[in-house]
């Protein structure tokens, strides 16, 4: 915060000191509107649902007991406080379910998201290497399927998937297999799902990243005898890693918790952590012990995404 | 900048109280019923008889209901929730007595039906029933006669009984995602009883469905409407409208495609719609008075001639399409709703053991 007001400070100089001020406050709000965004729309929910896990389930309105609240004064506010406990986290840890779901949801984002590479990456490389012209137009291609409903566009791969399906129908009149492919309703579908939508999202930062780079730098490479794939993996690739990370975060974070996808492609035996959720939320109408699934949930995912940041911003500062 | 944003939430607290000022002098009552459930013209002569305005919500599963409910100030007038639902938001305090004095039309109501739905909801002092079914078996006519030799699909033996469905295998079994409908269904063809809560009982059902689990390919509440439509599978265990509306959306795509529904005769599980005033509804007359014309004989018949479903009014029989009336998919003969069974809501432990033996079952862990 402090940094971005010293920098701004040079410009201000010339100015008296009630403008210096004004601006400096204008400033600091324009710091202050993401913290507080973050403040109501991250941390008070979290909140809530931190201590709906900490809770135990009732048939009442809501579903849960104690609901802490002022009417019977500070007191009785206190005396529901110290009805809370974590009985519902050791709960998760007696039934393997929790954590095989959790490392299966990990597992499928995680070979979703380098799939979502492999494929993305020479995209957006033939993008930001397009004559400058096209460009734009080559976006919006990227763009468009967000114009389309995300439930229709999964629901479209039903009928290209399915054994009666387009995929198979034409692969079947090529004489390629004689046999449909299952396909539909297994571990592959879901890959498939999962690419195909947030394919976007990992196309934007690579491009933003790739065509951000200085490919003079690849043609002295050249120069200097260095085989074209080397150069890639030397100039391209390093250059480029912020846009591979951003990407990478982008498609993973979304696709651990994913549930559409896995519901309306997946088979019945998919066991992924939304599922779960859903089971305990609706089923089980078990709000508190959905609950601490979903405190654990983002635990697993803001740890090492905070180590992550870390190691980045030490790597950085040793760079300079 | 910040004054005018004080400004312009001042000026828009002002027009809330405004508008909202004007709108208590009209008549409204707020729904909030299940999709494709209703013909709507019922409810434009509704607003023309009484000038009450119908605010006309639609969703479709009973947990977003509920959820809405429990969290509470939802703001409905007229919910419709299933009656083993029902049981446990009655507990929880969701709704309120119905007032039966403004609702002289309570006299139509069929007695078979009364009967059961006051299992749920003792007495019927919170909710009168708007339609019922039966949970069956759903079935493409020309595929299972291909793979069975048969078409004469009238037992629960056809799911149940490992070689027959794996002979269903490749052309597909859909199941609902729903333990409170299938664990009971498998215990009735155990010849328990279906309403157990037993664990012995409850892992006898588990080992017969775990028997089965191999031919089934996927366990979904709704995807089985289309996939039954447009020839994907050739059975599913369903709730018997849906199955209805794929009939009816197969007789309209003229694919060739023909759907039948059987009520197995070991008995099948009866659901309930049933509509109810939730305690912090803003308009409980009018929501009364939308109630009593929904029990107008002409009215409900009206209903379902078009939604296919039976209804619990006796009254609105003779105003019901024959064809319907005398279809027993639909209006099942004397004899078969002898055998047709209710299941009681579990109490929460039970649910749990329900819900963990439903995952173990579906994926195998």
């Known amino acids: 915060m402090t940094d971005i007001a010293a920098t701004a400070s040079p410009s201000t100089q010339t100015t008296t000191l009630p403008a210096r001020l004004a601006k400096g406050f204008v400033d600091r709000l324009v710091i202050i509107i993401p913290y507080l965004w973050l403040l109501f729309f991250f941390l008070v929910p979290f909140i809530i649902v931190f201590k709906i896990s900490l809770s135990?389930?009732?048939?009442?309105?809501?579903?849960?007991?104690?609901?802490?609240?002022?009417?019977?004064?500070?007191?009785?506010?206190?005396?529901?406080?110290?009805?809370?406990?974590?009985?519902?986290?050791?709960?998760?840890?007696?039934?393997?379910?929790?954590?095989?779901?959790?490392?299966?949801?990990?597992?499928?984002?995680?070979?979703?998201?380098?799939?979502?590479?492999?494929?993305?990456?020479?995209?957006?490389?033939?993008?930001?290497?397009?004559?400058?012209?096209?460009?734009?137009?080559?976006?919006?291609?990227?763009?468009?399927?967000?114009?389309?409903?995300?439930?229709?566009?999964?629901?479209?791969?039903?009928?290209?998937?399915?054994?009666?399906?387009?995929?198979?129908?034409?692969?079947?009149?090529?004489?390629?297999?004689?046999?449909?492919?299952?396909?539909?309703?297994?571990?592959?579908?879901?890959?498939?799902?999962?690419?195909?939508?947030?394919?976007?999202?990992?196309?934007?930062?690579?491009?933003?990243?790739?065509?951000?780079?200085?490919?003079?730098?690849?043609?002295?490479?050249?120069?200097?005898?260095?085989?074209?794939?080397?150069?890639?993996?030397?100039?391209?690739?390093?250059?480029?890693?912020?846009?591979?990370?951003?990407?990478?975060?982008?498609?993973?974070?979304?696709?651990?918790?994913?549930?559409?996808?896995?519901?309306?492609?997946?088979?019945?035996?998919?066991?992924?952590?939304?599922?779960?959720?859903?089971?305990?939320?609706?089923?089980?109408?078990?709000?508190?012990?959905?609950?601490?699934?979903?405190?654990?949930?983002?635990?697993?995912?803001?740890?090492?995404?905070?180590?992550?940041?870390?190691?980045?911003?030490?790597?950085?500062?040793?760079?300079? | 900048m910040i004054r005018k944003a004080l400004w312009l939430s001042a000026t828009s607290v002002f027009l809330t109280l405004f508008t909202a000022g004007g709108r208590a002098e009209d008549r409204v009552v707020n729904v909030y019923n299940w999709s494709d459930y209703i013909d709507s013209s019922i409810i434009d002569d509704f607003t023309k008889k009484t000038g009450i305005k119908v605010v006309y919500d639609t969703f479709d599963s009973n947990e977003i209901l509920e959820t809405k409910l429990l969290a509470g100030g939802s703001g409905y007038d007229v919910v419709v929730p299933s009656a083993n639902f029902l049981a446990r938001q009655i507990q929880a305090g969701v709704f309120q007595k119905l007032d039966k004095s403004k609702l002289p039309n309570i006299s139509n109501m069929w007695d078979v039906i009364s009967e059961r739905t006051a299992k749920y909801d003792p007495g019927n002092e919170?909710?009168?029933?708007?339609?019922?079914?039966?949970?069956?078996?759903?079935?493409?006519?020309?595929?299972?006669?291909?793979?069975?030799?048969?078409?004469?699909?009238?037992?629960?033996?056809?799911?149940?009984?490992?070689?027959?469905?794996?002979?269903?295998?490749?052309?597909?079994?859909?199941?609902?995602?729903?333990?409170?409908?299938?664990?009971?269904?498998?215990?009735?063809?155990?010849?328990?009883?279906?309403?157990?809560?037993?664990?012995?009982?409850?892992?006898?059902?588990?080992?017969?469905?775990?028997?089965?689990?191999?031919?089934?390919?996927?366990?979904?509440?709704?995807?089985?409407?289309?996939?039954?439509?447009?020839?994907?599978?050739?059975?599913?265990?369903?709730?018997?409208?849906?199955?209805?509306?794929?009939?009816?959306?197969?007789?309209?795509?003229?694919?060739?495609?023909?759907?039948?529904?059987?009520?197995p005769k070991e008995g099948a599980q009866m659901w309930f719609d049933q509509m109810a005033i939730p305690a912090d509804a803003p308009h409980v007359a009018d929501a009364l008075e939308f109630i009593n014309y929904m029990m107008t004989p002409e009215v409900i018949a009206k209903s379902s001639n078009y939604v296919l479903y039976a209804n619990g009014n006796k009254a609105s029989q003779q105003f019901v399409d024959k064809a319907i009336l005398e279809d027993t998919a639909v209006y099942p003969d004397a004899e078969t709703i002898k055998k047709l069974y209710t299941v009681k809501p579990y109490d929460p432990k039970t649910q749990r053991v329900i819900t963990r033996t439903w995952t173990k079952i579906v994926t195998g862990q």
């Open chain 1, 56 to 320: 135990q389930t009732a048939i009442s309105m809501p579903p849960y007991t104690p609901v802490l609240d002022f009417s019977d004064g500070i007191s009785g506010f206190f005396a529901g406080f110290r009805e809370l406990n974590f009985d519902n986290y050791t709960w998760l840890t007696q039934d393997a379910l929790y954590f095989n779901a959790y490392v299966t949801s990990l597992v499928i984002a995680g070979i979703s998201t380098i799939l979502t590479l492999i494929v993305g990456y020479p995209i957006a490389y033939g993008m930001a290497r397009a004559p400058a012209t096209i460009r734009p137009t080559l976006l919006m291609l990227v763009i468009l399927p967000f114009w389309t409903s995300f439930l229709i566009r999964v629901y479209a791969w039903i009928g290209i998937l399915k054994p009666e399906g387009l995929l198979n129908q034409l692969l079947m009149s090529l004489h390629i297999i004689s046999q449909p492919l299952v396909i539909l309703n297994t571990y592959t579908a879901i890959f498939i799902g999962i690419v195909y939508s947030y394919l976007p999202f990992m196309v934007l930062p690579l491009y933003s990243s790739l065509e951000k780079m200085d490919y003079s730098l690849v043609e002295a490479a050249e120069d200097l005898g260095c085989p074209p794939i080397g150069a890639f993996w030397k100039i391209t690739f390093p250059l480029s890693l912020p846009g591979v990370v951003a990407g990478c975060l982008l498609v993973f974070i979304p696709a651990v918790g994913e549930f559409v996808i896995p519901d309306l492609l997946g088979g019945s035996q998919t066991l992924m952590i939304g599922k779960t959720l859903w089971n305990e939320f609706f089923s089980n109408r078990d709000w508190p012990v959905s609950s601490a699934v979903a405190v654990i949930l983002l635990l697993v995912l803001i740890i090492p995404i905070m180590f992550f940041q870390q190691a980045q911003a030490k790597a950085q500062e040793q760079g300079r």
């Open chain 2, 126 to 263: 919170y909710s009168v029933n708007y339609m019922w079914g039966t949970v069956g078996l759903g079935y493409n006519v020309k595929k299972v006669t291909a793979a069975l030799g048969t078409d004469k699909i009238d037992s629960w033996d056809v799911f149940f009984n490992p070689d027959k469905l794996a002979k269903l295998k490749d052309c597909g079994v859909y199941v609902l995602d729903s333990p409170a409908d299938i664990i009971p269904a498998a215990l009735k063809y155990l010849g328990l009883d279906p309403n157990s809560t037993s664990p012995d009982d409850i892992a006898k059902a588990e080992e017969a469905l775990l028997k089965v689990r191999p031919y089934i390919r996927k366990f979904h509440s709704s995807e089985y409407i289309n996939a039954l439509a447009n020839g994907d599978i050739c059975l599913a265990i369903g709730w018997s409208g849906d199955v209805f509306q794929a009939r009816n959306r197969a007789e309209e795509a003229k694919q060739g495609v023909e759907i039948g529904y059987s009520v």
